[in-house]
């Protein structure tokens, strides 16, 4: 047994005399079984000479088993599969057939299918399953199968199906009415009344509602009197004639009328138009501020112009209650003022009060005179005792020195402090005198130096020769100060007598110590400094300038200092950290190390997520950025000249979007343009089968084409657990085509590139290419009628793979897959103005015929019977679910996708 992943949706097979339906089971793989002759065989082709030479009889009008009888053994008559004539196949669709006196006969038809329209040339077209035992339900359904939905049911009229099934008019106090398809209000309950007219809300508005005697009954009209309503508003379970409420002032519709309170009339509403005042006290209550009561937002209120309120006018001191809260003269605003001069002590300020209607000061202390140093403020300004007319005269009041002399002394002024007068800035004497000051301030000079040989005082008073120099030898001769050398450990270097060079003799020959050895002035002059890298720790394997020819050594502060250009070594060689730039920061001989990439081979769009930039890809170094950084030079490039975008997993147009199609694209002139063929008014079709973005001449490529796992309808949702791969589809020549996929999958695949799953008659008219062609042959003419040969052929059975060979005997079977649109096959495509390749042969392909019902049209490269791959044989229906080996599809669209 051969197994093929399909099943036969019933039994029309040309090669066999009796027809009987057989039920095949699944083999061990999971795939439907069938004997080898269920799969239709064709002939190999007759070979013709001038002798009969014996074959099989078939019904062909021939007598090919030389009996010198014609078609013997066939039953015109009653022979289902050549009825009337040779190769008159009975066959209706969706329904069992048979041959009755050489005329094709409709049966019965399958289950789920029913001939309403009572024409057999379509068969029994009409798709439908019974529901509810035949019984028509309002439930959008054709229960009965009849054609008619729910038929039986009035949606214009119906309360419980009002517009649609089973939506009931039902509304809040009220009962439901349908008019017209539309839900309305036929009444309102006792008690209640639809006062805003929006259904929405109901019968809305409830009347406060007391029982009168006369008992009635409730949706009954006529029982009660004018302005009455018939209720049972105590809830006794017996309704009452009721007086509808009248109107008054209380923010509600209280009759149920839609009016309320000024809206309407409130004439029995005795408490508006009555005479009343702001406030009842004082000023409020006099004839000048009466008003009258009205209805404002539900509350009766007092209003008028010249209304008076509690607290509206201030109360001051006039003898009347002007605030009206009963009290004349209290809290007055004209009160409570300061008076008087001062507040300071022993002053005090008053308070402005409302005495007898009139405003007095009360508590006052003025100032009582002039100031005097006596602790007191006598004038009241803040301060004590300031500018006491008393105080300024002088005090100790000291003798005048002699002539020429200075004196320490002198007299102060008496002051006022503490309340108290005081001398205040007399000096008084300091001591004995001293050189040309009377230091007792008696006015006489006592104990003077002599000026001619006193260093302190030479010449002069306070002459101190030792002040020209504290590290010189001085003395005092004649009045004038002399020289004497420098004292032990200093030096007169600018021969000025200062002696202001401490130093100590070390050496005549100068080192780098930070001391001056030889007492010259310069320290560390003139000093010669040691290699370069041992003083610097500059690693012998740098070469590069910073390290070498740019680096010098200065003997500063006693210690020898290096200097590299800036960035280089800091602080030192050992401790330099090595940062990202075009220096060898730490001279060790290498370049940025602390970026291992540096350098490197890198990419314009490196960390990017896919697709980065695609086509615009460029190539480039990494080269520093910052310190501790490196950045890709590459910068993204251009898609011109050509930035269309194939369909190739590949973002051709570098927009960051991968094989957009035309409905996905975000506005460039750049999409997918599938290769498609015009087959109809609005109908267009990929010219290829559809392969996988990344299939090529030798691979399939990889990815499911399911895009939709829940809520995918229209479209049937991808199986329960499985990842969404969104693979799209591309219809390209040389690439392998895309087979085992499902049902589900074409449908997803074909939906995510703006297109669909063809139907079956779409399918089938373009492999017929306007023509009745039995077969995707070149040209549409009676080549495309007839079966394959050596001119004309596809991948079925009858190819065997190997390059340009087409055998006809299948002596050898070499059957596999080709390439879309393959060079290796003659004339196979059917001939629209474009051709469309691979509809016969290659893979079959899945078309939709109904809901869950889909059809494998067109043969495969493993179909070894024309008759199979047919653009009529449509016999192989499948479920949504399945897949098989060699299996494939292309796709439709209602506009150019292009």
Request: charged share 20%; with cysteine; proline share 5%.
């Amino acid at each position: 047994m051969r197994t093929y992943p399909l099943f036969l949706a019933f039994c029309l097979i040309p090669l066999f005399v009796a027809c009987e339906w057989e039920t095949y089971k699944t083999g061990s793989d999971g795939h439907w079984e069938f004997p080898d002759a269920s799969i239709p065989d064709a002939d190999d082709g007759d070979v013709q000479s001038d002798a009969c030479v014996p074959s099989e009889e078939v019904c062909d009008g021939l007598d090919n088993d030389c009996d010198q009888v014609v078609d013997n053994g066939f039953n015109l008559q009653s022979d289902p599969t050549n009825c009337g004539t040779c190769g008159n196949v009975c066959s209706f669709d969706y329904a069992t057939s048979s041959c009755i006196g050489g005329q094709c006969v409709m049966g019965d038809c399958f289950p789920g299918h029913f001939n309403v329209n009572g024409d057999e040339n379509d068969g029994c077209e009409y798709n439908c399953f019974v529901s509810n035992d035949g019984t028509e339900l309002c439930d959008g359904k054709d229960n009965n199968c009849n054609g008619q939905i729910d038929e039986d049911f009035d949606l214009q009229n119906d309360p419980l199906n009002c517009g649609s099934c089973s939506n009931t008019c039902v509304f809040l106090n009220g009962v439901g009415g349908c008019s017209g398809g539309h839900c309305v209000i036929a009444g309102c309950v006792g008690g209640f009344r639809d006062a805003d007219n929006d259904p929405n809300n109901g019968c809305e508005c409830k009347m406060a509602l007391t029982e009168g005697t006369t008992i009635c009954t409730e949706g009954m009209s006529g029982q009660c009197g004018t302005d009455e309503v018939c209720a049972d508003a105590d809830g006794d379970g017996t309704a009452h004639c009721a007086p509808v409420p009248l109107e008054i002032c209380d923010g509600k519709d209280n009759d149920c009328n839609g009016l309320t309170d000024a809206e309407d009339t409130m004439a029995s509403d005795a408490r508006l138009g009555l005479s009343c005042f702001g406030d009842p006290d004082g000023l409020c209550a006099t004839a000048a501020h009466e008003g009258t009561t009205s209805c404002v937002n539900g509350a009766v209120v007092c209003s008028g112009a010249n209304l008076l309120y509690a607290n509206s006018v201030a109360e001051t001191c006039n003898g009347i209650d002007d605030d009206c809260d009963g009290v004349i003269d209290d809290n007055t605003t004209d009160s409570g003022a300061s008076c008087g001069t001062s507040a300071i002590f022993p002053c005090s300020i008053g308070t402005v009060l409302c005495v007898n209607g009139s405003l007095e000061c009360v508590g006052a202390v003025e100032p009582s005179g002039a100031e005097v140093c006596n602790g007191v403020d006598d004038d009241c300004n803040g301060t004590v005792d300031d500018n006491p007319t008393d105080a300024g005269a002088a005090c100790n009041v000291p003798s005048p020195p002699p002539a020429g002399a200075t004196s320490p002394c002198q007299a102060g002024t008496l002051q006022c402090i503490g309340g108290a007068l005081q001398c205040s800035g007399s000096i008084l004497p300091t001591g004995d005198d001293t050189c040309g000051v009377d230091g007792n301030c008696n006015g006489i000079l006592e104990n003077q130096p002599d000026l001619t040989s006193d260093v302190q005082n030479c010449g002069t008073c306070n002459n101190n020769c030792n002040s020209l120099g504290a590290n010189a030898n001085w003395s005092c001769a004649a009045g004038t100060c002399q020289f004497n050398g420098c004292k032990t450990g200093y030096h007169d270097l600018d021969g000025d007598q200062s002696c202001e060079y401490p130093c100590i003799f070390n050496s005549s020959t100068e080192t780098c110590n930070g001391i001056d050895d030889n007492c010259d002035g310069e320290i560390d002059e003139g000093v010669t400094p040691p290699s370069l890298n041992n003083l610097c720790g500059i690693s012998l394997a740098a070469t590069r300038p910073e390290c070498t020819t740019l680096v010098s050594a200065q003997c500063v502060g006693g210690t020898w200092q290096c200097s590299f250009p800036a960035g280089v070594c800091n602080p030192t060689c050992a401790a330099a950290v090595e940062i990202c730039d075009t220096l060898d920061n730490n001279c060790n001989g290498s370049l940025n190390e602390n970026v291992p990439q540096y350098g490197k081979d890198c990419y314009s769009d490196e960390g990017l997520p896919y697709p980065g930039h695609g086509a615009c890809r460029t190539a480039g170094t990494y080269v520093c950025s910052g310190n501790d950084a490196v950045v890709c030079d590459a910068v993204k490039g251009s898609c011109e000249p050509n930035c269309d975008e194939d369909c190739d997993g590949i973002d051709n147009d570098c927009d960051g979007l991968v094989d957009e199609t035309y409905e996905t694209n975000v506005g460039d002139a750049y999409f997918i343009r599938p290769d498609v063929v015009q087959i109809g008014t609005n109908l267009w079709m990929t010219a290829y089968e559809i392969s996988r973005p990344t299939a090529s001449a030798t691979s399939f490529g990889i990815g499911n084409g399911y895009h939709c796992g829940s809520g995918c309808s229209p479209l049937p949702s991808a199986p329960a657990g499985v990842t969404l791969d969104e693979t799209i589809g591309c219809s390209v020549q040389g690439h392998l085509p895309w087979f085992n996929v499902s049902p589900i999958e074409v449908e997803q695949v074909c939906d995510a590139i703006g297109g669909r799953i063809c139907t079956l008659s779409e399918w089938q008219g373009a492999c017929q290419a306007g023509a009745g062609c039995n077969w995707g042959y070149n040209p549409n003419n009676a080549q495309c009628q007839s079966v394959a040969s050596s001119t004309k052929y596809c991948n079925t059975g009858y190819f065997d793979f190997v390059p340009g060979v087409w055998d006809s005997t299948m002596a050898d079977d070499q059957d596999g897959l080709l390439v879309c649109g393959s060079p290796l096959l003659m004339n196979c495509w059917a001939d629209w103005a474009d051709p469309i390749y691979d509809i016969t042969g290659n893979l079959r392909e899945i078309t939709k015929a109904a809901s869950y019902d889909y059809r494998l049209m067109g043969g495969s490269f493993a179909t070894s019977s024309e008759a199979g791959a047919s653009c009529t044989f449509d016999f192989y229906s499948v479920e949504e679910d399945f897949q098989g080996y060699d299996t494939g599809f292309r796709c439709c669209f209602d506009t150019d996708p292009r």
